[in-house]
């Protein structure tokens, strides 16, 4: 366990290293992804000027919600982007991980370790950031579990996007492809929960309540810290919901991992 | 034009061996136009129109924003520039034409690929599911597709100038995707630039941005109409010149420092 998280920061030290030698173009990438974020957040701010709120939803409120997509979603990225289904099959592909393979070190260690996407510090910087302005601008009457909920939040939705992730890039060993529909959970999914899930209708918020259960992530922890009445009469418990969707997927996730790595077969690359 | 003609037919022809993936596209790019469209209903609540868009060109205006993606390669085109780092663009600069009217005619073919497999359905799928607004008469029409080409011309002349970059940068990826960044927010792909602040609106006609996708929009929603269609015309047409004076000319610098090595 000990050796495999040296080595797990010795693969992360290559990445950084060589991430770090042209200065300048980094710079610009680390810039260019918290850009995407801020301008985004941007377009909502602008947007909310012009029609107030969003299903009674202010401006903070939401970019409570965006910050912490966000920066999860960023931390998420740095972690797993070993995980990413569209760089993990082209590694399946083009036969690497028949490389990874060979060596005498659990494979998962090796993936984790084989892609740490730097600049995604922009992201989880500017999402913190939007996270931060709106917990001081909201009006949350802070309590001691409110306080102790928040990482656990975060957390979960880490291990959720972290989940997914890895699910897609299980698939890959018997479609050699990233396949679209991981995408649109994963992005899609981002993308959805940054807005108050109550405006989906009909059959988007039901297979994102039952089949994906995202709206268990976000969407009820945040009605619990700020305070929000629940529209979907959904039972009390429902906030608490959230660390067990997002450590639940993420256990599947690495059974199915486990599972798909005994059942791969090389393309013979 | 021949070589032009020929040109974009192979771009257009490999385009159409990519049949699963612009499905895969088209899938992913109607989902986010779901998410999109429930977001602005929920904006707009009981209100008909805002900013002189009623509901009905709210939605409209999520389709054709997600048609154009694939069309103006709004997400990523990292082509030329990685041609400069490969070497390929040895070749590129052999055609019987200059740089940019080859990669021009490559771009046409490819947007025309994406116009056929990933545009046009999506406009059909969101007319189906919920129903869109469309252009009044023939003069409306006409102002529409002479503005998307328009668009799309503007749109290459800004990816071909930006990743001219690579001459300079040694790993100009970073840039290039900073500036694609950029055009979501102005040009009214995130949202009409009309629900944006007035003195915002005003900056963003002093770029590029907005003729590559708002005009595009307003002309087919009607917003602007009458002599306002010609103007906006004319601005897109002003904005392609300027485009492609800087792209000449950056070139023109750009390919005294180039480098091939041979191998």
């Known amino acids: 366990m000990l050796q495999a998280f040296s080595l797990y920061w010795r693969l992360i030290g290559v990445q950084l290293r060589s991430q770090l030698q042209y200065r300048l173009a980094f710079f610009l990438d680390v810039l260019g992804t918290s850009l995407a974020t801020i301008l985004t957040f941007a377009t909502l701010a602008f947007v909310f000027q012009r029609f107030g709120n969003i299903a009674g939803w202010s401006l903070v409120e939401v970019a409570f919600l965006y910050g912490m997509v966000e920066a999860a979603f960023g931390v998420m990225d740095l972690v797993f982007s070993g995980f990413d289904p569209q760089n993990f099959g082209k590694q399946v592909r083009l036969g690497r991980l028949d490389q990874l393979l060979l060596r005498p070190v659990d494979i998962t260690v090796q993936i984790f370790g084989s892609e740490f996407i730097v600049r995604r510090l922009g992201r989880i910087i500017q999402g913190l950031l939007i996270l931060a302005v709106a917990i001081g601008m909201v009006d949350i009457r802070w309590t001691m579990g409110k306080l102790l909920f928040m990482p656990v939040i975060f957390l979960s939705l880490v291990c959720f996007f972290g989940g997914l992730f890895m699910v897609g890039a299980t698939i890959t060993f018997w479609t050699y492809d990233s396949i679209e529909a991981v995408n649109i959970f994963t992005y899609g999914g981002s993308e959805m929960m940054s807005y108050p899930m109550n405006i989906y209708q009909g059959w988007l918020r039901r297979f994102f309540t039952y089949v994906i259960p995202a709206i268990f992530l976000l969407y009820y922890p945040a009605l619990f810290i700020l305070d929000k009445p629940d529209p979907l009469q959904m039972p009390g418990f429902a906030p608490f919901l959230s660390p067990v969707v997002g450590f639940g997927v993420l256990l599947i996730a690495f059974v199915f991992w486990n599972f798909g790595l005994g059942h791969y077969q090389s393309t013979g690359t | ?263």
């Open chain 2, 1 to 263: 034009m021949r070589l032009f003609y020929e040109f974009s037919l192979r771009s257009f022809q490999r385009q159409l061996i990519y049949r699963t993936a612009a499905l895969a596209g088209l899938v992913t790019n109607f989902f986010f136009g779901i998410i999109r469209i429930a977001v602005l209903v929920a904006l707009y609540g009981a209100r008909h129109e805002v900013a002189g868009i009623p509901i009905e060109g709210a939605i409209t205006f999520t389709g054709l924003s997600q048609a154009m993606i694939g069309i103006l390669s709004l997400f990523s085109w990292y082509e030329l520039m990685n041609n400069v780092y490969t070497g390929a663009i040895s070749a590129d600069l052999l055609k019987p034409m200059s740089l940019y009217q080859y990669w021009i005619s490559h771009d046409f073919g490819r947007a025309f690929g994406q116009l056929i497999l990933r545009g046009l359905p999506m406009m059909i799928a969101y007319a189906v599911f919920f129903g869109i607004s469309t252009p009044q008469n023939f003069w409306q029409w006409t102002g529409f597709v002479i503005s998307l080409i328009l668009a799309w011309a503007v749109s290459f002349s800004w990816r071909f100038l930006v990743n001219l970059a690579a001459f300079w940068i040694p790993n100009a990826a970073g840039f290039v995707r900073f500036a694609f960044i950029l055009s979501w927010f102005m040009s009214g792909f995130l949202m009409p630039l009309r629900y944006f602040p007035d003195w915002f609106i005003k900056l963003c006609a002093l770029t590029p941005f907005p003729y590559m996708i708002n005009t595009v929009v307003e002309i087919y929603l009607g917003v602007v109409q009458g002599t306002a269609v010609i103007q906006a015309l004319l601005a897109q047409i002003f904005w392609l010149a300027g485009l492609i004076l800087t792209g000449e000319f950056a070139l023109r610098i750009g390919i005294r420092k180039l480098v091939i090595l041979g191998g």
